[in-house]
């Protein structure tokens, strides 16, 4: 069985590294109230915005999880 050359290895990494970003970045949108009146803390956008983050992290790791099969 052959390894993954390097170049595909640091794109699954940084794949994998940018799913966790989104995810963690909808997650800390919920649960911050710092958000620098951008949003206000218990508006539908702001919780609108968070779950499309979280949504599109678990999308992203899909993806990689799927390819590296």
């Known amino acids: 069985m052959r390894d993954k ?3 595909e290895k640091i794109t ?7 799913a966790l970003t989104y995810a ?6 919920i649960f911050s109230s710092l958000s620098f009146r951008f949003m206000p ?10 779950g499309i983050l979280i949504l599109y992290g678990f999308y992203r790791g899909y993806r990689v999880w799927k390819n590296r099969a």
């Open 12 to 18: 699954d990494l940084s794949s994998v590294l940018m």
């Open 41 to 50: 803390v218990g508006s539908v956008p702001r919780y609108a915005l968070a």
């Open 5 to 7: 050359p390097l170049h």
């Open 24 to 29: 963690g970045g909808g997650i800390y949108l």
